[in-house]
């Protein structure tokens, strides 16, 4: 059985190829007090759909497999 890090990971992994396709990247940094950290680079990093991409893509992907995720946050 996956813990949170491991099903967290699997879920950046899978979205990746489609942030890539645009430009982008994600980087997984940790995962703390319930709160992912990610960093997103490329194009992603500087892209003026940033927030929705992170909340309403990342972070809603992340939290319907680990519902006891408060919040992914983007470090720049």
């Not at 942030?19 to 940094?29: H, K, P, R, T």
């Amino acid at each position: 059985m996956k813990n949170e890090k491991e099903i967290i990971i699997d879920i950046i992994e899978h979205l990746r190829p489609f942030l890539m396709n645009d430009g982008g990247d994600i980087e997984f940094i940790k995962y703390e007090d319930n709160i992912v950290y990610i960093k997103m680079t490329g194009a992603c990093a500087n892209c003026h759909m940033l927030d929705l991409t992170l909340k309403e893509g990342i972070e809603a992907a992340i939290k319907s497999e680990v519902p006891t995720v408060k919040e992914v946050v983007n470090i720049n």
